[in-house]
C-alpha cells in the first residue's frame, strides 16, 4: 500500500491560492502545441503582412501623390500586419478555454478549483500576459523591419519621434486586448468554432455591415468598432486620416477595447459559475 | 464520508435525478449501481460540485464541494474516461492539477508509477488508448492523496489485467480507511468489489444494502431435473408442495427443494433421472429483475460477467508489472 498512500506535504494555508491556479495555467498553456502555432502565426502574419505594405510603399513613393505623401503614417503602414495578426491570437484566447470543454479537462479543472471566477481570472490572466508579452516583440519587430525597407526610398520613423513610440507599444496591447476579448467570447459560447466564428465576425464581418448604413450613423458605430479603435491606437498622425472614420483617441480607444473583453468576461464568469461544467 | 440528502436534478422534461437520498461511508466500497442512463453520472457531478442540483444538497465530510479548502487533497475523482486534452503530455496534464492545491512535483511521478504510466508519462494523451486514459484518471483522482474517492465506471474500456488492478486498488484504498464511491452498470462487478450498495434506477433510489444482504436476498437457487418420466415426477415432487416448472428441453425446475431431496424423491418413485444439477440465479439476472421497471434504454450488452473471483494478492502493485 505504500505506493497510494503518500507524504505528501501538509499544505500551508487552509485554502487553496491564485498563485498555484496561475503556476497551473502557465503549465497548461505551454504544454500544448496549439499555443506554439497560434503565436507563430500571429508572429508570421502580422511581420509578414507589414514587409508587404512597406515594400509596396517603397517601390511607388516615387510615383504617389501630394495627398499620399502628406498623410503618409510609416508607423501605421508597417503594422498594417496586426489586423490579420489579431485573428490568430484571437484564436489562442478562444482555444485557452473552448479546448477544456471540447476535451473535457474543464471537469478536472473546476473539481480542482471549484471556485470559478478565480479559475477564469487566472486563465485570462495567464493568457493576457503571454499575449502582451508577444504581442510587443510583434509590433517592435514589424515596427523595425519595416521601416529598414522603407528607409533607402521612402521617409520612414524612427522611435524617438513624437508618437511613434506610443503607436508600437499600442499595436502590442492592442493584440494582448483583443485576444483577451476573444477568451472572453469563448467563456460564454464554450465552442472553439462558434466562437471563433462570433470573434471573426465581430471583426470583420460587423465592419462590412456598418459600411452599408448612412454615414451619420456609421460614424458612430464606426468608433466603437475595434478595427477602427486599433487603427488610431498603432498610428502616428491620428488627425491625418483623411476620410476615414472619426475614432477615439489611442488611449480612450484601449480603455473602449478593455471595456469590452471586461464585459465579455464578466458574462462568462456570470454563467460559469451558473451552468453545469 | 458523503452524504448526498435530497437531490434533484431537472434537464428540461426529464427528472435526472429524483430525490436522492443516501450515504457513503468511509472504510469500505460502496458500489453506485444501475442501468445506463439512471443518473449515476450526474449524481456523481453533483457530489463533485460540477453541476448544479436542482434541490437538496450534497457534502463530503460535512461541507459542499465547493467549501473545500484543498479539494484534491481531500476527494478525487475519475468522472469520464479520456476527458484530457489529447495534445497535453500525462505528465503536464498532472503536473497542472498537482500545482493548483499545492501538491509536489513528485507526488506526480509517484502516482504515474502506481498506475503503469511511467514510461508514457511524456506521450501525449491523444495517443493513448482507453484504457490508459482510464489510469491517467485514476492517477489524478489519487493525486492529492484523498480520503474520498469517486470513480465513474473505472473499468470500461480496461483488458482483464486492468480490471483485475482496478478491483485490488479499490479494495487497497477501501482497507485504509478511505471513503470509495464506484459506479457500475454491471451486478456482476460490483458483488467482486463492492462492500454497501446503492442501488438507482430512473434517478430514484430503489436499494441501499450490504452486498452479502443483497446476494442472500436475491440469489434463487432451483434445482433441474431430467428423466424419461416427468409427469411421473413432476406428481412426486409437487407432493411435496415445491414448485416445479417443465423447461423448454423438456427438463424439469425445482424450487424449495435441494438436490439431494429431489434425488431422494425419485428413488423411492424408482423414476431414473439422467440430469441432477443444483442452480444459482446470476447476481446480474437478480439485478435485472430489481431494476426492470426502470431501465430506459434497452438494447445495450453488458460485458460478459466476470467470473474470476480470485484476489491472490491484496498488495497494490503497479500495473503491467
Keep these: 500500500m505504500t505506493l497510494i498512500t503518500s507524504t505528501i506535504p501538509a499544505p500551508a494555508g487552509p485554502h487553496y491560492r ?66 490579420f495578426g489579431q485573428l490568430a491570437i484571437g484564436i489562442l484566447g478562444v482555444l485557452v478555454i473552448s479546448a477544456e470543454y471540447g476535451t473535457g479537462t474543464i471537469r478536472a479543472s473546476l473539481a480542482a478549483i471549484p471556485n470559478r471566477p478565480l479559475f477564469l481570472a487566472a486563465k485570462a490572466a495567464v493568457f493576457t500576459a503571454v499575449a502582451l508579452i508577444v504581442g510587443e516583440i510583434v509590433s517592435f519587430g514589424a515596427f523595425f523591419i519595416g521601416q529598414s525597407i522603407l528607409g533607402g526610398s521612402a521617409p520612414h520613423a524612427m522611435l524617438g519621434q513624437a508618437g511613434v513610440l506610443r503607436a508600437v507599444a499600442g499595436g502590442g496591447l492592442y493584440l494582448a486586448v483583443l485576444g483577451l476579448f476573444a477568451l472572453g467570447l469563448a467563456s460564454i459560447i464554450r465552442h472553439t468554432a462558434g466562437a471563433i466564428s462570433a470573434f471573426v465576425g465581430v471583426l470583420l464581418i460587423f465592419p462590412l455591415i456598418t459600411q452599408a448604413l448612412p454615414s451619420s450613423i456609421r460614424d458612430v458605430i464606426g468608433k466603437f468598432e475595434p478595427a477602427t479603435i486599433g487603427n488610431a491606437m498603432t498610428s502616428v498622425n491620428t488627425h491625418l486620416q483623411g476620410g476615414a472614420i472619426p475614432a477615439f483617441s489611442p488611449w480612450v480607444g484601449l480603455a473602449v477595447l478593455c471595456g469590452y473583453a471586461a464585459a465579455v468576461l464578466g458574462i462568462g464568469g456570470w454563467l460559469m459559475v451558473r451552468r453545469d461544467a | 464520508m458523503i452524504e448526498v440528502t ?41 457530489i463533485m460540485g460540477l453541476d448544479n442540483p436542482d434541490a437538496g444538497q450534497a457534502t463530503i465530510n460535512g461541507k459542499a464541494y465547493g467549501g473545500l479548502g484543498w479539494p484534491l487533497r481531500e476527494v478525487g475523482g475519475l468522472l469520464e474516461a479520456k476527458a484530457i486534452h489529447p495534445g497535453r503530455s500525462a505528465l503536464n496534464h498532472l503536473w497542472a492539477l498537482a500545482q493548483t492545491n499545492d501538491i509536489p512535483r513528485s507526488r506526480v511521478d509517484e502516482v504515474l508509477e502506481v498506475v503503469g504510466l511511467t514510461s508514457v508519462a511524456r506521450k501525449r494523451v491523444g495517443t493513448f488508448s482507453l484504457g490508459m486514459g482510464q489510469r491517467l484518471g485514476i492517477a489524478a483522482a489519487l493525486l492529492g492523496d484523498p480520503s474520498v474517492l469517486l470513480f465513474d465506471e473505472p473499468i470500461n ?23 470509495v464511491f464506484v459506479s457500475s452498470h454491471l451486478m456482476s462487478e460490483m458483488a467482486l ?30 434445482v433441474r431435473v431430467r428423466t424419461n418420466q416427468p409427469n411421473e415426477l413432476r406428481e412426486a415432487l409437487q407432493s411435496t408442495e415445491a414448485t416445479v416448472v417443465e423447461e423448454e428441453d423438456g427438463a424439469l425446475s425445482v424450487s424449495d427443494l435441494s438436490a439431494e431431496e429431489v434425488g431422494d424423491i425419485a428413488l423411492i418413485r424408482q423414476i431414473v433421472i439422467h440430469e ?34 480470485e484476489n491472490k494478492n491484496g498488495r497494490l502493485t503497479p500495473a503491467g508489472k
Design chain 1, 18 to 83: 491564485p498563485a498555484g491556479v496561475l503556476r497551473s495555467e502557465w503549465t497548461k498553456i505551454r504544454s500544448v502545441r496549439s499555443t506554439t502555432w497560434t503565436l507563430v502565426a500571429t508572429i508570421g502574419i502580422t511581420i509578414g503582412i507589414g514587409v508587404l505594405a512597406t515594400s509596396t510603399e517603397a517601390s511607388r513613393w516615387t510615383h504617389a501623390s501630394l495627398a499620399d505623401r502628406l498623410t503618409f503614417d510609416p508607423t501605421s503602414l508597417s503594422l498594417a500586419g496586426l489586423l
Design chain 2, 6 to 46: 435530497g437531490i434533484t436534478k431537472r434537464y428540461g422534461d426529464t427528472l435526472a435525478v429524483d430525490d436522492l437520498s443516501f450515504e457513503v461511508k468511509p472504510g469500505q466500497i460502496t458500489g453506485f449501481l444501475g442501468p445506463n442512463g439512471s443518473g449515476k453520472s450526474t449524481t456523481m457531478r453533483m
Design chain 2, 157 to 179: 474500456g480496461l483488458d482483464p489485467e486492468g480490471i483485475r488492478w482496478v478491483r485490488n486498488l479499490l479494495k487497497g484504498l477501501g482497507k485504509e480507511g478511505r471513503t
Design chain 2, 193 to 222: 468489489t463492492a462492500d454497501h450498495l446503492v442501488v438507482i434506477g430512473r434517478g430514484r433510489l430503489i436499494a441501499e444494502m450490504p452486498v452479502s444482504e443483497f446476494i442472500a436476498q436475491s440469489s434463487q437457487q432451483f
Design chain 2, 276 to 309: 441432477l444439477s443444483p442452480q444459482l440465479a446470476s447476481l446480474e439476472e437478480a439485478f435485472m429483475e430489481l431494476t426492470h421497471d426502470s431501465v430506459d434504454y434497452r438494447g445495450e450488452s453488458g460485458l460478459s460477467a466476470d467470473t474470476d473471483f
